[in-house]
């Protein structure tokens, strides 16, 4: 079973710039493997931010942006606001199954 | 647009088999590149992809739960119904549906239904 890999926590500062990956225990990861982004706020359900790689969607705020990154999928919010403060986890999709990571707890501090 | 709706029992006890089913509307599922697909996450964990179904009927599981979920479909009825069997305590989760378009893109999801797995 493919595991994929994103950093447990991380930590920014308002208006920074920080970037959470998405590793795979396949290899590198490429635009074929259609990475999807979502945000979770606690007690909600996820909401979608980045599919195939780097496309937002109508509701996606400008300051998130999705690439590939040294092999893995990447998520970059560029002057991070306060209600970015939320869990992060990425989808990639394997042999036309689904496998989340773990999960990017984003800390706005 | 789209919403989606979970529905189905708040509690089961172990061994017994799950069955949800997800209520939408604002698309149909007999559209090229259109699909549902279930997740779950359990109390205070990550999310877990379970399984998809495509408006062509092509259904993709999970690979360490595909012996036990069943997804089908009823387009006239707008739902998409998972079946889990040998119910675990350890199942016990939210369990979500979402709308897939362009075959792999997540875009609207369900609110979620917490099933509780307990004797």
């Known amino acids: 079973q493919t595991v994929v890999t994103q950093e447990p926590s991380l930590t920014v500062s308002p208006g920074g710039t920080v970037t959470l990956t998405c590793a795979s225990s396949?290899?590198?990861?490429?635009?074929?493997?259609?990475p999807n982004w979502f945000q979770q706020k606690p007690g909600q359900a996820p909401r979608a931010l980045i599919y195939s790689t780097s496309k937002k969607h109508s509701w996606t705020p400008a300051r998130f942006s999705g690439s590939l990154l040294g092999g893995k999928a990447a998520l970059t919010l560029s002057g991070v606001q306060p209600e970015d403060e939320a869990e992060y986890y990425c989808?990639?999709?394997?042999?036309?199954?689904?496998?989340f990571g773990g999960g990017t707890k984003l800390t706005v501090l | 647009q789209i919403t989606l709706k979970e529905s189905g029992p708040t509690l089961v006890k172990p061994t017994q088999t799950l069955t949800l089913t997800c209520t939408f509307s604002g698309f149909s599922l007999s559209t090229n590149g259109v699909g549902v697909t279930w997740i779950r996450q359990p109390p205070g964990k990550a999310l877990e992809w379970l399984a998809l179904i495509y408006w062509d009927d092509d259904k993709r599981y999970s690979p360490s739960l595909k012996s036990r979920l069943t997804i089908t479909k009823d387009t006239s009825k707008n739902q998409v119904v998972l079946t889990m069997t040998n119910m675990d305590p350890v199942d016990t989760a939210t369990y979500f549906c979402?709308?897939?378009?362009?075959?792999?893109?997540?875009?609207?999801w369900g609110q979620g239904t917490l099933v509780t797995v307990s004797s």
């Open positions: 979402a709308h897939v378009t362009t075959v792999t893109t997540v875009t609207d």
């Open positions: 989808l990639i999709y394997y042999s036309g199954a689904g496998v």
């Open positions: 396949a290899g590198a990861v490429t635009s074929s493997f259609y």
